[in-house]
């Protein structure tokens, strides 16, 4: 299998790459439009900013491409919240391939949301063998609302949209290569998928 890790200079991609070798895949870390168009699947990271993690894909023209692909993909972090329509971090627009916004939390709660939470309302097949309400390791001050395209929950001052899914995309807020031992299954279900899924 070909897993291919998008490299534009916005991810915590080590150890994402770790997470996959313990798993026994050996991920490649590509800008090459080429390269990622070939791969069986592809994980979009994010880590920082959204406006400047923004300019860096269109920069890179990659802003075009990750909305084309056919393949399973998966975005983490704020690579989920830069491919949804627009978020209220520097007033960003996004890939608009989920049709929701990201908003920030408000100030009734510690920003940044940092450590374990809970998931739920669990609805695809990225969450075999995963229970509900199992704990993920997030840090991040903004989320994606809940919306139609919402395939697991959490609770931080409000409930928001912890995991996405349209058609062959898929986007988490929490890092499931940080996660122990359920993280580590969900990536193993992600590379069980098949674009019917």
């Known amino acids: 299998m070909k897993l291919v890790i998008i490299d534009y200079g916005a991810g915590n991609i080590k150890s994402i790459q770790f997470a ?5 895949v ?8 080429d390269e990622i168009k070939a791969a069986d699947k ?16 269109e920069e ?13 993909v998966l975005g983490i972090c704020l690579g989920m919240q830069l491919m949804c329509d627009f978020s209220e971090e520097g007033n960003t627009k996004g890939l608009g391939i989920f049709n929701v916004h990201v908003k920030r939390f ?23 063998d995963i229970k509900d309400q199992e704990f ?6 903004f989320y ?10 959490s609770k931080y001052g ?29 990536l193993k279900n992600f590379l069980e998928l098949t674009t019917n899924n």
């Open 60 to 72: 890179s023209g990659l802003d075009k491409v990750i909305p084309t692909l056919n393949q399973p």
């Open 106 to 128: 408000s100030n009734a709660v510690k920003v940044p949301q940092m450590g374990w939470n809970t998931i739920t309302n669990l609805k695809s097949d990225l969450f075999n």
């Open 136 to 141: 993920m390791y997030l840090v991040h001050s």
């Open 158 to 186: 409000i409930e928001y949209a912890s995991a996405l899914k349209k058609d062959n995309f898929y986007g988490v807020q929490f890092h499931p290569e940080k996660s122990s031992k359920a993280g580590e299954q969900i």
């Open 26 to 33: 050996d991920a490649v870390l590509s800008n090459n439009i």
């Open 144 to 153: 994606a609302e809940n919306c139609k395209e919402t395939i697991a929950s």
């Open 20 to 24: 996959f070798k313990r798993l026994g």
């Open 42 to 57: 592809v994980i979009f990271p994010g880590v920082g900013e959204a406006s400047s993690a923004m300019k860096m894909l």
